[in-house]
């Protein structure tokens, strides 16, 4: 996901801002400095409301990701967007309880914010007016964020909430994605439909610029819908095959004791291949990548053994030859990695690689099956 930069990790969990973030924290606080420009106090208020309202959207998801932690969904980044945030989860849920809880969470704590500075609107109202007033504005926002959220459209949060019950209910996980997707992508078209009314049609007093935003945000739902539905499609293709059908045991192996130059010329060259089990007479040893190359100057290759730069067999990550496919991609993601070898016995019978996965995937797709 480009266009973002780092925050910072808090729990553990990288946060990312999208670059739309910034125009909304100028429109909020310029709409609420509106009434007058001229005064310090009003553009103060503005500058801590947008502040409050993206600690709101942090906490919100905060949320979601300690309780998918406590259920074991480890989340790797969240990215926080116009209206939410997107987390970048190395695994589903393995269960529609979990699931359920985690999808939950997060409108919940939005509704407990907005129940908050209720109270503070009704403990300052008769005296603090401008802090009376941005209490209101934060209570009303954080209670349209659970509620937008739990439109029932995968993947927010309240598609989620949907398929979780139809998975309870089915016992489908599959199906129940294809659903809860294809509904998201109906909410999605619906706000287009909707934006575009308004635009022409001005119901209810709205102008052209709410039914342009309402237009934004069906497309930017039916975009999230369509990938995760992609997304669905290809895990579902990696189930129900274990390593040993999906791993290559054609796979090039280098002595140890050759030096970084011998393996360039000696095998980069001539085959191409970027990654290389280095072995002896005693069995594998380790794997060597492109990264661990490029990690040598070039005038000292010359001088490298492969045995100082690769990386050792009891460091690596390693697969069962009967472990399913679909779990050695989401170690491979929860590792950044793009290769694991697979060991059988105390040898390494194979090498799995994301390629290997991936031409996989292409290959059932075409064939359509
Ligand atoms: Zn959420």
Redesign the pocket.
């Known amino acids: 996901m480009g266009n973002a930069f780092n925050l910072g990790k808090l729990f553990g969990i990288q946060f990312r801002l999208h670059y739309t973030w910034f125009i909304i924290f100028v429109l909020v606080t310029v709409s609420l400095v509106y009434p007058d420009w001229s005064s310090p106090l009003y553009w103060a208020m503005g500058i801590v409301t947008s502040l409050l309202f993206f600690t709101s959207i942090l906490a919100?998801?905060l949320a979601?990701s300690l309780v998918g932690r406590a259920n074991n969904i480890p989340i790797k980044s969240i990215t926080l967007f116009v209206f939410?945030g997107v987390a970048q989860m190395t695994r589903e849920a393995r269960s529609a309880g979990a699931e359920l809880k985690m999808a939950v969470a997060?409108?919940a704590c939005s509704l407990v914010i907005s129940s908050l500075f209720y109270l503070v609107f009704l403990f300052t109202k008769d005296a603090v007016a401008p802090v009376a007033d941005m209490a209101f504005w934060l209570f009303i926002i954080n209670a349209a964020l659970a509620a937008f959220?739990l439109i029932p459209g995968f993947p927010l949060?309240g598609g989620r909430v949907f398929r979780s019950i139809l998975w309870q209910v089915t016992g489908n996980y599959k199906r129940s994605t294809r659903i809860a997707t294809r509904v998201g992508q109906g909410v999605g078209y619906s706000f287009i439909l909707g934006g575009i009314l308004i635009v022409f049609l001005h119901p209810f007093g709205l102008d052209w610029f709410s039914g342009l935003w309402l237009v934004f945000i069906g497309w930017f739902l039916e975009n999230a819908a369509s990938a995760s539905y992609r997304q669905a499609q290809w895990r579902g293709a990696l189930q129900g095959f274990t390593a040993s059908q999906v791993m290559t045991s054609d796979y090039p192996v280098v002595p140890l004791s050759i030096t970084v130059s011998q393996l360039v010329q000696g095998y980069i060259f001539t085959s191409g291949r970027g990654c290389f089990l280095v072995a002896d007479e005693d069995g594998v040893r380790g794997i060597l990548t492109l990264p661990n190359i490029k990690s040598v100057s070039q005038p000292n290759w010359g001088v490298t053994q492969v045995r100082e730069i690769m990386t050792p067999v009891d460091k690596l990550k390693i697969a069962h030859p009967d472990q399913d496919a679909l779990s050695i991609l989401e170690q491979m993601d929860e590792s950044s990695i793009n290769q694991m070898p697979v060991v059988s016995g105390g040898r390494v019978i194979g090498l799995i690689t994301r390629d290997n996965l991936i031409r996989l995937l292409r290959t059932r797709a075409e064939l359509g099956i």
Do not use: C, R, S, V
């Open positions: 919100h998801e979601h939410g997060g409108p959220n949060d």
